[in-house]
């Protein structure tokens, strides 16, 4: 989960209560914060910060209900302030930060070792126990950061990354990291006048109706090319658009783009089921979007089921009824529903029947493991069945091979995507595939696998075919 999802979870509906606008409420001390690291970091004094994140905050809320996690939460802080003896601020939401003045980065490591196995036990509340988990990032200065605001960039980043490790993991900014740190800023600094200079590239990944034998539907992406960097697919620079702010122009940029492809499809008389675009959870929050949604719509012509807005699984977990009640309205208006990572576990089964989807899309990772886990099989067979029992439409994306493919047309998903298949192709491409067998494509497809292969060695190893 981004930064971005971390601190959109906190603004959701729980036990009959909504939690207040976590923001506002803990400006000063935020604002003290931010004044103390500033007075640190200026300083001649050694030391470090360490930021933990309280993890499924959101199910703690639903189970214990509003009142008891704000005791949680005071008790934690409480907890944090005695073993440190520092000054500990609840920086926003289930966020802490410590500020660990003439500390070493050992003496922080220490430090978080103990309090992983404080969150490795139950905390008592009012006679009622309650596990949770916590990760956090240590980051010393001076060194990597040179501004309260590059500090929490880098405490951000370290947090991302202890998730990697399971719950109450704490992770040390380090060079690896100022990598990463830097590419980030480095794509929000191009993305900046992006648009302007018209370098998104947006191209569709065709997908096989496999009862009908041809492709039916396509997905927009978008990548980039960024000099010293290479070409940088969607699923990378879209979480550094919602972390920096520009999320919202990109995808309004790509709504515009996919509404125009539909509007060109149709006056070519092609026959497409529909196309679609996929959805950061950002754009729920934005007043505007069903208006954008539904002026597109209008612009360019676009019939009811020719549009496909594609959300994420795990953006459920998040703003669930603001999520729910726009899902609704873009139903209304005729927009096709795509819900993504079918299967990852991020939502319940009764979120999903609640919700009004109609089409699912199974989590890529079952797809690949097909290759590796024989156990995979029956989970496949498992969601496909289920997606099939309710009605709805079940797409596997990242097909690559022909073990894939058999093992899926055998459980009956009847929609596939992939490299297998095709590439990422130009509108003008998608033109002349939409309609047609994977055989009567077979040479243009070929020609453009092969267009492929010679951009991803070009780039040097950045681009990865089954990122296309």
Known sequence: MNWFSKKTALQTETDGRVLEDIFLESKPEREACLKHLSQVMDSVERGAVLKLHIE?????????????????LEQILTYLKELTGK??????????????????????????????????????????????????????????????????????????KAEDGGPNQAVVFDSALQKQLIRRQTIAHYLKTALQKEEVEVRYRPTLNIDTGTFTRAELYMRIFIKGLGLIGSSEFLPVAEDSGQIRAIEYY????????????????????????PISPVLFLQEDFLFEVKHMMEAYHIPAGKLALEIQESALIMAYLNINVTLQQLQEMGVEIILNEFGSGHSGISSILDLPVDTLKLERLFVWQLETNPRSRSVIEGLVRM????????????????????????????????????????????????????TESQQLLAAEKEKMGRLSESSSGNFKKNSV
């Not at 499924?56 to 949680?72: A, H, I, S, T």
């Open 56 to 72: 499924n905050f959101k199910r703690l809320n639903q189970v214990f209900g509003y009142e008891y996690c704000e005791n949680l």
């Open 87 to 160: 000054d500990v601020y609840h920086y926003i939401g289930v966020e802490y930060i410590i500020i660990l003045d003439q500390f070493t980065q050992g003496q922080a490591y220490g430090l978080t070792e103990k309090i992983a196995e404080r969150f490795d036990r139950v905390w008592k509340i009012n006679g009622t126990d309650c596990l949770c988990s916590a990760q956090m990032g240590i980051c010393s200065y001076p060194g990597h950061a040179d501004s309260p605001d590059q500090m929490l960039k880098c405490l951000d980043l370290a947090v991302i």
């Open 387 to 438: 997606a099939r029992d309710l009605d709805m439409t079940i797409i596997a994306e990242g097909v690559e091979t022909e073990n894939q493919v058999q093992i899926l047309t055998e459980a009956g998903c009847n929609y596939q995507q992939g490299f297998y298949y095709s590439p990422t192709l130009e509108k003008d491409t998608l033109l002349k595939i939409l309609g047609t067998s994977l």
């Open 254 to 277: 790509a709504l515009e783009k996919a509404a125009q492809c539909i509007f060109g499809l149709l006056e070519a008389g092609c026959e497409f089921d529909s196309i679609a675009l």
